[in-house]
Each structure stands twice: as C-alpha cells, then as structure tokens.
C-alpha cells in the first residue's frame, strides 16, 4: 500500500517564495492548515498531489497567489479561505478534478477531463478553458463585469454561469464572452444579469419536441421600449439532432414552462449564430426546430370582476391550426357551461389579443366563478388553459388607476393604488389592438408608479389595460 505523504504549513515563512523561482510539492497530499502561502510574482508553485485548505480551530487558510499555482489533484477548502492574488490558479488534473469554489482573478482549466467546482464561484479576471470541461453541477460561476471567458466547442463550462453588468443605451456587450451578445436602440437597459446553463438539464422542451443543450436567460432592470438586437451564440455539439439550417428562436416568460417561437432576423450556420431585431422585452430563450410548429400559446388569460359582469382576456403569441376557444364557466371545477365562443386566426405567429365578457354574475351573491378556455383545433382536438378564480364579493380591489403623458420625456406615467400586495400585468395596447408592451408588476399596499417608454411610438390615442386576478381597469390616453 502507497504511503501518503502530508507536507503541513505551519507558518506564511516556511512557503514565501522568491520571485523568478520554482517549487514542486510531490507530496500525494499538501495540508495548509490555517496559515497563510504566498506565491510571489513570476513564481510556479506546482502541487502534484491533492492540497487541503483547512482552518486550525481559529485561524482560516489564507493563499496569496501573484505567481501560478498549479494542482493536479482535488483542491479541498474551507468556506473562509481567503485568496488572493493576482494571477493564476491552474487546474491541471489529468482526469476528474475537484475544484474549491471561491474568488480566483485568473482560473485555468487544462490538462483535458471533467473539473468540478464545490461550490458557487467568482472570476475576477479571466476564466480560460483551454483543455477539458469545467462543470460547475449544482451551483454556479459568475464573472465579474469586466471578466472574460475563453472557451471553444470542445473545451468549456457547462452547467450555469452568469454576469452583471450596466448597460447603456447604443453599446454594443457580449457579456464576457457569454454568447448572447445585445446591444439597445431604445430604453436604456440598465443593470443587466445574463444566466447561461448548458449541459445536462439546460434541454427545454415545448410541446412533444425539444430544443438544444443551451438556454440563456435574461434580466434588464429597466425591461420595456428596449428595442435590443440579439446574437445568439451555440456549439454543434449542443444541437440535439436539430439541423442549423432548421434552427429559430424560442422564448418563455414563465421560466421554460410555455414557449413559444421568436422566429430570427439572421442565422449563419458557419459562425453557429442566431439573430433577432428589434426586442422589447426579454426573458429565457432557446433555440430549437423552425420545422416543427408550438400549438397555440397563451401569453395571459386574465378573469376579474367588472362591476356586474366578469371580464376576460387573454392573449396569444402563437396558434396553429386554430379554429376557435371557448370560454367556460363553473362553480365546482367539476361541471362547466359555455360562456362565450372567439374565433381563432388558424395558423399565426403574430400576438393577438381576445375579450369576452360573462353578464350580471351578481345575481349568484357571495360564489366564486371558476373560467377556463377551451382551444379547439380544426381537427376536434382540445387543450384546456390554466384556471382562475373570481369572488364576487372580493376583499382585495384596486382603488384607482391614474394615467398621464409626459411630452418632455416621451414617457407615460402610472401611478396604481390598492388595498392590498397584488401580482399584476400591465399593457400598453395601440388602437388596432396590438399589445405594444406588457410588464409584470408586483403592487404594494397604497401606491405603486411606474413609466412606459413611448420612443419610437407614433402620436396617437393609446390603451392603458391593468389587470390581476380580481379585477381589470383600462385608459384612454394620448401621445401629443
């Protein structure tokens, strides 16, 4: 049996090494127990064996690394280690590698084979991938925002990394390499997350097909009148049998529960880039088979007590082979009347938006009404929407919608008041119908305001429509 060597570091002076020098531990394991290494400038310290980063009872390990520190088995550390430095921390395993997850400025992955990292990981500087995997499993990289990441098709991180960064109105970013590249005409974006997950489980599926090993998604601070161009970026082996020649966008608002298809401006198979114009608003996308058509796809369907009546709506991204929906009513979930029929626009990808109204509901005193939507194809078959739920009698109410344009800074103001803590959506509707914008909003108690970006709007008579799930209100107003 292999005896196993420890080389313990009692002292920051037993391990402060010269510039323009070398040291190699060939112990099977170096123990660095509570104390504190540091790596000078221009300085290769090489660990052939595993290195443990412990605590002494009191003191955390610390590593000053302004050299290269290169390990070619796990590297194990406590949760309080410090590190740092200035250069170069080199994974070099030939193999599987377990890597401590904590603030590196440069992380190299090298040497080929799967390097896993233990827990949620910071890149000051420079994340290179230049031979093998780094898989971060269950937790995640993040890049700082003005970090890099270089990796190829072969070589790169799978699993979830992600950036921050402030985003002006008119640059172009590529978030560090990411591959979801964006630059906005419009609203200015402001402060910005980028999430990228590939790998195993990053597959989202739509319908009975599914899209490729790769889903970005994406958060602005400011999310409307963005009027963003995307570059969508993948590697072929992501591709999950889809042909490049087939490929087109897909997004979701609901985290990858419904989606439906974006379509592209541009699409280039010998750079494995997809592009898109002229986006108002973000959320998660995918990528996945043009060929292979989504079946009709709610945005919204709304049900809220308008006075007497009930009022529903719902909204569309897309419908193939729809003939019509039916708007059902029940007191029990368990039995269910017809309220009214809409006629669908059979196979679209443009947003449409339905109304119907359930008359003089009062007369059922204190119930709550249950809706439904019932989509028909024209081949007889039937899919049923989400629930919702409407008291007659209800607690929670908005209590006033105010609506004004302001001509100085091309925006409309909103100032919404309620009783209670409400999830709502508000739309900004033009005369022909056309959902312009739409916003999910959190209501407080008392008073919440926000703004539209008109930029870009012709002046004209516009719609303001709030709605939750107890009630809807809408707005005249005018952009002069």
Not at 198 to 213: C, F, K, L, V
Not at 277 to 300: C, E, K
Not at 390 to 415: G, Q, R, Y
Request: glycine content about 8%.
């Amino acid at each position: 049996m292999m005896k196993t060597t420890k080389i313990l570091i009692r002292s920051w002076s037993l391990l402060s090494l010269c510039l323009l020098s070398s040291i190699i531990g060939h112990a099977q394991l170096m123990t660095n127990k509570g104390d504190t290494i540091s790596i000078k400038n221009n300085t290769l310290m090489s660990v052939k064996g595993g290195f443990n980063n412990i605590d002494n009872g009191h003191l955390s390990p610390c590593m000053i690394n302004n050299g290269i520190l290169r390990v070619d088995s796990n590297w194990d550390a406590v949760n309080d280690m410090i590190y740092l430095g200035m250069d170069t921390f080199m994974a070099s395993g030939n193999g599987k590698q377990n890597l401590a997850g904590l603030t590196y400025y440069n992380l190299m992955i090298t040497n080929g084979g799967i390097k896993t990292i233990s827990r949620k990981t910071y890149i000051k500087n420079k994340l290179i991938v230049s031979n093998g995997n780094l898989n971060t499993g269950s937790d995640s990289v993040q890049l700082d925002s003005a970090a890099t990441l270089a990796e190829d098709s072969n070589n790169n991180v799978q699993g979830q990394i992600y950036m921050k960064k402030y985003l002006a109105k008119g640059v172009s970013y590529n978030f560090g390499n990411l591959g979801f590249d964006f630059i906005a005409h419009g609203g200015i974006p402001g402060m910005t997350s980028v999430v990228r997950v590939t790998g195993s489980g990053s597959t989202q599926h739509y319908s009975s097909m599914s899209g490729i090993a790769r889903y970005f998604d994406v958060h602005p601070a400011n999310d409307r009148g963005l009027n963003a161009d995307i570059t969508f970026h993948y590697y072929p082996g992501e591709l999950n049998g889809i042909a490049e020649s087939d490929l087109t966008l897909f997004r979701s608002e609901d985290n990858g529960v419904k989606w439906f298809a974006a379509k592209y401006t541009s699409r280039s198979a010998s750079s494995h880039t997809i592009g898109h114009t002229a986006i108002d608003s973000f959320s998660r996308w995918t990528l996945g088979s043009n060929s292979s058509p989504l079946p009709v796809t709610l945005i919204s369907f709304n049900a809220a007590l308008a006075g007497q009546n009930v009022a529903i709506n719902w909204a569309t991204a897309s419908e193939e082979n729809n003939d019509h929906f039916d708007v059902e009513r029940s007191f029990d979930v368990k039995d269910w009347n017809l309220v009214q029929r809409e006629s669908g626009y059979g196979t679209t990808q443009e947003m449409h938006n339905y109304a119907a109204m359930d008359y003089n509901v009062t007369e059922y005193n204190d119930k709550v009404l249950y809706y439904r939507l019932k989509q028909v194809d024209y081949n007889g078959k039937m899919s049923y929407s989400d629930i919702r739920a409407v008291k007659l009698n209800p607690s929670i109410a908005i209590d006033d919608l105010k609506t004004w344009f302001d001509k100085d800074e091309n925006k409309i103001f909103i100032n919404i008041t309620s009783s209670e803590e409400l999830e709502s959506r508000v739309f900004l509707i033009d005369m022909n119908g056309n959902t312009i914008t739409q916003q999910k909003i959190n209501v407080n108690k008392v008073l919440t305001q926000l703004s539209l970006n008109m930029d870009g709007l012709a002046k004209g008579i516009y719609i303001i429509n709030y709605s939750n799930e107890n009630t809807t209100k809408s707005k005249k107003i005018v952009k002069y």
